[in-house]
């Protein structure tokens, strides 16, 4: 069964500093990842999109990785921001599917 | 702004009434999607459109009515729902489906509540 797994479910920090979110996958065969930034009443925004031959793919102050032999994403935030408090998606896509696998997010909160 | 229009933006219905979400997209993608989100949870697939066609409906009782009357508008016909349908619509659109990196381009969804 395809699943996503993402840690943590919940982040607090203080603006201006760093974190990484982590993504582990068991979809198979593997197309691509995306990260997603969902702000709360909004539908989600793509931040990065990775295919199994790329390991690293910035988006201003985000930077997704990807390691398919672990099956394992991070998404490294930089310089906090309070307009990154989101829930951030991880979601992974199997070759020739249509129905791309979501995880449940981490909500990330950034306090002044 | 999100390139997925999305309207209403909110809809409170009764459990005997007939209305639809209308999603609109002009970005000459072809596959066309339908999301229900629950809260604090992840968006569940509910219908995929592939080139105008109807190529998968994941089991969604027939309560729910999806139609694509052509490539840019897709629209969610809702009848006789339950209050545990209440939650926030999504719709999406992409290319192609299943195409490599193409990622989705989300509306900001209609937020229903059926009382």
């Known amino acids: 069964k395809n699943q996503v797994e993402q840690s943590p479910q919940s982040l607090i920090i203080l603006e201006g500093k760093n974190c990484t979110l982590q993504?582990?996958?068991?979809?198979?065969?593997?197309?691509?990842l995306r990260w997603y930034k969902q702000d709360t009443g909004r539908g989600p925004v793509s931040l990065t999109i990775m295919t199994f031959s790329e390991n690293t793919k910035s988006n201003g102050r985000y930077t997704a990785t990807l390691d398919a032999d672990t099956k394992q994403s991070s998404l490294h935030i930089t310089a906090s921001q309070l307009s990154d408090s989101a829930s951030y998606i991880c979601?992974?896509?199997?070759?020739?599917?249509?129905?791309?696998?979501f995880g449940r997010g981490t909500s990330l909160i950034v306090h002044p | 702004d999100t390139e997925v229009t999305q309207t209403p933006k909110h809809l409170v219905m009764g459990m005997t009434n007939k209305k639809s979400l209308k999603c609109e997209q002009h970005?000459?993608?072809?596959?066309m999607y339908w999301y229900k989100q629950k809260a604090k949870k992840p968006p569940e697939l509910m219908f995929v459109y592939s080139y105008e066609k109807l190529s998968i409906n994941e089991s969604v009782p027939s309560r729910f009515s999806p139609e694509c009357p052509n490539s840019s508008l897709l629209n969610l016909h809702l009848h006789a729902l339950q209050p545990e349908d209440s939650a926030l619509y999504l719709c999406a659109s992409s290319q192609e489906p299943g195409r490599l990196n193409s990622p989705l381009h989300f509306g900001n969804g209609t937020r229903l509540t059926v009382t």
């Open positions: 979601v992974v896509s199997a070759l020739g599917s249509y129905i791309p696998t």
């Open positions: 970005m000459g993608h072809r596959a």
């Open positions: 993504c582990n996958y068991t979809v198979s065969p593997f197309s691509n």
